[in-house]
């Protein structure tokens, strides 16, 4: 039960703080000058094209030496595996949270925008109290894809001493050796939470569905944009 909590607490938090984390290059590609766009863009492919799992070794075992690398030696940055692993999957998440949201920022109607420059908003007001608001609603059905990703992400973990729910499978069967029924019991949980939560968000999407506005169909998963 604790490696369930486990799983829950990081997959409920990557997605909270990589949500927010996300709106920044996401406003950056959209509305930013040239040089904020190109440096939102270096973000997001750097993380999306490299593998979580190294990400995760960078973070856990490699910034214990940084300060090596810039003549410090004393300079050492030690987080917890819990900590490393919370890090590694909001800053992995953020990156394709970013294209969902910029997906969905660029289906609001550009005439949105001019209207409220109409009636008086600076652009980042507009952003904020008209664009933003829209965007996040249109994002809900594709950004689901993230959370379930995540959830399921977020078994990698184990590799760095989490305790989630995978390392705890293991853990059981190298003392009984009874692998097959352990992790088929730990696939019917990831299945149960996957089908619960699309349920749910599905449920979100409808109550929050804007008639008339489409869903940003980006698939940040699979598509590369340098553009």
């Given amino acids: 039960m604790s490696g369930l909590m486990y799983t829950l607490f990081l997959t409920f938090c990557a997605i909270t703080f990589g949500f927010f984390i996300g709106i920044l290059p996401a406003l950056g590609r959209v509305y930013g000058n040239n040089i904020l766009a190109k440096i939102c863009i270096l973000?997001?492919?750097?993380?999306?094209?490299?593998?979580?799992?190294?990400q995760l070794f960078i973070i856990y075992?490699?910034?214990?030496?940084?300060?090596?690398?810039?003549?410090i030696p004393s300079f050492r940055i030690i987080l917890s595996p819990i900590e490393a692993a919370l890090v590694?999957?909001?800053?992995?998440?953020s990156a394709?949270?970013?294209e969902y949201l910029r997906g969905a920022?660029?289906?609001?109607?550009?005439?949105?925008?001019?209207?409220?420059?109409?009636?008086?908003?600076?652009?980042?007001?507009?952003?904020s109290y008209v664009i933003l608001p829209q965007a996040l609603r249109i994002s809900v059905p594709s950004w689901s894809n993230e959370?379930?990703?995540?959830?399921?992400?977020?078994?990698?973990?184990?590799i760095i001493q989490v305790k989630e729910l995978t390392a705890e499978g293991l853990f059981i069967a190298a003392h009984n050796f009874r692998y097959l029924e352990v992790f088929t019991m730990i696939a019917i949980i990831y299945l149960i939470l996957t089908v619960i939560s699309t349920e749910l968000i599905d449920r979100i999407?409808?109550?929050?569905?804007?008639?008339?506005?489409?869903?940003?169909?980006i698939h940040p998963r699979k598509k590369f944009d340098f553009s």
């Fill in 43 to 54: 973000y997001i492919e750097v993380i999306r094209g490299t593998p979580l799992l190294v």
């Fill in 61 to 71: 075992f490699g910034l214990p030496y940084v300060g090596s690398i810039f003549g």
């Fill in 88 to 93: 590694g999957l909001t800053i992995n998440s």
């Fill in 96 to 98: 394709y949270q970013a």
């Fill in 105 to 127: 920022v660029q289906s609001v109607q550009a005439g949105q925008m001019t209207a409220a420059r109409s009636l008086g908003m600076s652009k980042w007001q507009a952003i």
């Fill in 147 to 158: 959370f379930i990703y995540l959830l399921q992400y977020s078994s990698i973990v184990y």
């Fill in 205 to 217: 999407a409808k109550k929050i569905n804007i008639p008339g506005v489409g869903t940003a169909s």
